[in-house]
């Protein structure tokens, strides 16, 4: 057998260990119904077979019965689990005990200890070992031995038997050492045929699991592979609206020079009107202008270069990009010290920043009360021992506890549906780990949602 198989048996058996343990809470429990039900019930017993010691027998009844009361209301607590197999043991021979304490107080009678028929309930008590307690070799071996030895207690302990009870006695001790052979070797069958049962079901569920995890990755992968075409395709017809735009654009700001020039002829109280007509045109412009050289470096091809990147300009970039989201919407309140830099990619960086900055948005807009404060973001920059930081925060819903775990598995989103396939925090979290950096996540439910997003000191 190969070191792995030795490993991977180990692990079988701890599996079924942890299974058996969750069993032998219920199997204790069917364990306390029936001393709580059969033993108060052999007080018929007791009326045809001792109804002199009716009195004596019904006390001793009375307390198995509460004692394994207390029992099953211990189990009831989550610290019971720790102390099954003595539990176990001690619900076992609890009926056990006081039948060998009524045989013991009985034997003054016709027939003496070794002559009572209720010997017969140590054999029903092993059965019930065998049968509902469901245990290991060597609990069934300790718990055979104490009932043999209990009887051996309440026979002898009154002195040496009268030599007409020989023969009974032997009888009775022959057939609790058979009764307790039996239950040895039934519990060692039947136990390994259910760690084989399970050691198959196990190795099914562990298959299956690895079966499940390598679809996700394939579905993951497939996903990518989509978006990375559609990136591409993207790109291609990017490049092509650019390149459109930038022309007409070309004879725009010629065309301005030719006014501004041509405003010179006018008349003193028509220029001024004529100059800020001209301003706001070529603002306009140079903000077109802007929008395409960030859309020419977001397309750009070469997508994996790292660098020392000015977090400002990052920032402004993104911000630009959803202006349309959060203009007279939405307070963007920015602290980034100057000149902050990480060592990332720009193109990658700018990705993670419009995802973050686009989940806000959609969170704010969820909500309806902002307590007087009114839907903001906080965008602020940090650099502490050697680490730069840059900090996504908004006053929306927050996140549930229940999915703040899982906001960065691939398709995991609490959008609807038709919102969100769930793989934007997902690429986040591929992205800073391949700049070697990090991205965590501080909420609180109805009040705010905080993305930081951690670089190392590189240059």
């Not at 029936?34 to 109804?51: E, I, N, Q």
């Amino acid at each position: 057998m190969t070191k792995a198989d030795v490993q991977r048996n180990t692990q079988v058996l701890k599996a079924y260990a942890d299974y058996e343990s969750q069993l032998t809470g219920r199997h204790l429990r069917v364990g306390c119904f029936l001393v709580m039900t059969l033993m108060p019930a052999g007080v018929v017993l007791d009326y045809f077979v001792y109804p002199d010691q009716l009195g004596r027998f019904f006390p001793l009844r009375l307390a198995s019965v509460i004692v394994a009361g207390i029992v099953w209301a211990f189990l009831r607590s989550p610290h019971s689990q720790r102390f099954h197999r003595a539990l176990g043991l001690f619900i076992a021979l609890l009926p056990v005990f006081f039948i060998c304490w009524m045989i013991y107080a009985a034997s003054d009678d016709k027939g003496g200890a070794a002559g009572s028929p209720y010997y017969a309930g140590l054999n029903l008590s092993l059965l019930a070992i065998a049968f509902v307690m469901r245990w290991s070799v060597d609990l069934s071996i300790l718990a055979s031995v104490m009932v043999v030895v209990m009887y051996l207690g309440a026979c002898l302990l009154r002195g040496p038997l009268p030599r007409e009870q020989y023969g009974i006695f032997f009888n009775n001790l022959y057939f609790l050492t058979l009764t307790s052979i039996i239950v040895v070797v039934g519990s060692r069958l039947p136990r390994a045929l259910r760690v084989g049962e399970f050691s198959v079901r196990h190795e099914l569920d562990e298959r299956k699991r690895e079966l499940e995890a390598a679809l996700r990755k394939l579905t993951e992968a497939e996903a990518q592979l989509v978006q990375q075409e559609k990136m591409a395709s993207l790109g291609v017809m990017s490049a092509g609206i650019i390149h459109e735009i930038n022309n007409p654009l070309n004879y725009a700001s010629t065309g301005l020079y030719t006014l501004r020039q041509k405003g010179k002829y006018l008349a003193p109280e028509q220029q001024e009107e004529y100059t800020d007509v001209l301003k706001d045109v070529e603002e306009g412009i140079t903000r077109v202008k802007t929008i395409v050289s960030d859309l020419r470096m977001f397309t750009h091809p070469d997508t994996e270069s790292h660098d020392q990147i000015e977090v400002s300009e990052v920032v402004e970039s993104a911000l630009r990009f959803l202006s349309n989201e959060w203009k007279d919407k939405v307070q963007i309140k920015q602290e980034l010290p100057e000149h902050q830099t990480v060592w990332a990619n720009k193109n990658k960086l700018i990705h993670v920043l419009v995802n973050l900055l686009q989940n806000a948005l959609d969170a704010l807009g969820s909500k309806q009360e902002f307590n007087g404060e009114g839907p903001t973001i906080w965008i602020q920059g940090r650099v502490e021992n050697g680490h730069s930081k840059l900090i996504v925060r908004d006053n929306g819903p927050g996140i549930e506890p229940q999915h703040a775990d899982k906001i960065f598995d691939p398709f995991y989103t609490t959008k609807d549906v038709g919102k969100g396939m769930g793989l934007g925090l997902s690429i986040c979290y591929r992205i800073m780990q391949e700049c070697e950096g990090r991205i965590s996540l501080k909420t609180e439910p109805g009040k705010f949602c905080e993305f930081t997003l951690e670089f190392p000191a590189k240059g």
